[in-house]
């Protein structure tokens, strides 16, 4: 099993959501209000008066075999909307409950 953990400007909470329902994947966790700033461009998103956007993130735990895909579409979304702010990272599970 594999983790994808994503992070995202809030506004695009539906569609990463939709995005991760539309290929089969149930289950997620989202912590919201959170803040970040990237590493390349765009600017902080931190809930303050100078910078009032903020960001989401999500855990979700999918199969192997499901991983991929989900990146995938989650490229191309970046690539559709580049303000998204979306990062995302693959990292494995070693033990579920």
């Excluded at 903020?54 to 192997?64: G, K, M, T």
């Amino acid at each position: 099993m594999k983790a994808i953990f994503i992070a995202y400007n809030q506004a695009y909470n539906q569609e990463i959501v939709e995005l991760l329902e539309g290929l089969g994947q149930r289950g997620y966790t989202v912590w919201s209000e959170i803040g970040g700033r990237g590493t390349e461009s765009g600017e902080p998103h931190l809930g303050s008066h100078a910078w009032p956007t903020q960001n989401h993130a999500l855990l979700s735990v999918v199969e192997d075999a499901l991983a991929a895909p989900i990146m995938a579409h989650l490229r191309d979304t970046d690539k559709a909307n580049p303000n998204l702010g979306l990062k995302a990272y693959v990292l494995p599970v070693e033990e579920a409950l």
